[in-house]
């Protein structure tokens, strides 16, 4: 198990609202027989669409027991029974986002844990979540503060901790508002920086993906255990390449970001596998320095992005082609703190490409990106 930014599959991309126990059960499968588990994906995430709102009269959230025969610890003990972790979803607010915006299922008011926050976060607890990302729909109609709802959510995640002994990881998804890279730090693991990055019934778009990508530039917000997150992964959904899944995943591997997969798991594709298996680029991503990596050049959308690496001299290096032509892309060793000499790997072919002097130049299709990793001194 890696110790990185959290890896996991996550409902919402593929499913929106419409999930169940089934669904959720034949995902885990998935994960766990597909090899992505082996590759070190652990969480299975529950987004939005597993309760519609309704309480007990001691205020306890109760679920559609045909949906979830035995109630949510049902799910979660299955997902444990296969060597993995569980993840739940609810909002800050009183009302969540399935109530402003429903895709799925009838809008559903009062799913959110406003009012219920010791109640709701002991409730998962409980149940035996170990992630829960805690939305923004509600909180941001009702115009709350954001660092004090979240912090309060914190505080009751703590308190549900103390008395269950589960930890639970604070997935942050207020969409960049109010600046959580300045707060979130100190009380979450990651935190949204940006609206999502596909909506459902929509086309995956590569614009999408770069937008993301940039929005999510905190790189002195993040260190181990505390990642700004670009949102989940749109790859291997239907409309992208292969180039473009792939560019898409190295660039959350050179953020260090969670790498959250939302396609169908059952159904994926060895092309879309092998991307998300790829255990060179997972290992930029769960790079133990956590690093996000930086803009180091720009020519007109040909750029060059850099990380440092645990090791010695060790960079992650993406050119990244933004231009709609193909381009020679080259990123000077003096640009990344390296000297006269380095040794470069091309990380998806798994080519080493020798020892280079000063630089390395290399031609990179429109709206496409080559991996390399930079070792100085060889
Ligand atoms: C928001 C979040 C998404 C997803 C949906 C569910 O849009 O940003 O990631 O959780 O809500 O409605």
Not at 58 to 81: F, L
Not at 117 to 140: H, I, P
Not at 230 to 236: R, Y
């Amino acid at each position: 198990m890696t110790s990185g930014p959290p890896m996991g599959w996550a409902s919402w991309n593929t499913f929106a609202a419409k999930i169940n126990y089934t669904v959720i059960k034949g995902q885990a499968d998935a994960m766990a027989s597909s090899g992505l588990k082996a590759a070190g994906y652990q969480f299975v995430n529950i987004d939005e669409g597993w309760w519609q709102g309704t309480r007990d009269s001691s205020g306890n959230i109760t679920v559609d027991t045909s949906d979830w025969p035995g109630g949510m610890q049902a799910i979660a003990d299955y997902i444990h029974g296969l060597g993995l972790k569980a993840g739940i979803y609810t909002d800050a607010g009183k009302d969540g986002c399935g109530y402003y915006y429903p895709t799925g299922r009838p809008a559903a008011p009062g799913s959110g844990s406003e009012g219920h926050y010791d109640q709701d976060f002991l409730a998962f607890s409980k149940w035996g979540f170990d992630f829960v990302k805690v939305d923004w729909c509600g909180g941001d109609k009702e115009g709350l503060d954001a660092a004090t709802a979240y912090k309060a959510i914190a505080s009751s995640i703590a308190k549900a901790t103390a008395q269950t002994s589960r930890p639970m990881v604070l997935s942050v998804c207020n969409w960049g508002n109010q600046s959580p890279w300045n707060w979130a730090p100190a009380i979450a693991t990651m935190w949204r920086t940006s609206q999502d990055i596909i909506y459902y019934g929509n086309a995956p778009e590569i614009s999408k993906v770069f937008g993301n990508f940039d929005s999510a530039q905190h790189a002195t917000a993040q260190s181990p255990g505390h990642y700004n997150d670009p949102d989940m992964l749109i790859v291997g959904m239907s409309g992208f390449s292969q180039a473009q899944n792939r560019t898409h995943f190295a660039l959350w591997a050179i953020s260090s970001a969670p790498l959250l997969a939302g396609n169908q798991l059952d159904t994926m594709s060895n092309d879309t596998k092998s991307v998300l298996t790829n255990a060179e680029v997972i290992a930029i991503d769960q790079d133990p320095l956590a690093h996000q990596g930086t803009k180091v050049s720009d020519d007109s959308g040909r750029q060059v992005y850099s990380k440092v690496l645990s090791g010695t001299n060790r960079r992650a290096v993406l050119l990244l082609n933004r231009s709609t032509s193909a381009a020679m892309i080259t990123v000077r060793f003096a640009d990344i703190g390296l000297g006269t000499t380095a040794s470069v790997r091309n990380v998806w072919t798994a080519t080493d490409l020798g020892s280079q002097t000063t630089s390395y130049a290399t031609s990179v299709p429109a709206q496409d990106s080559v991996l390399l990793v930079v070792t100085g001194g060889a």
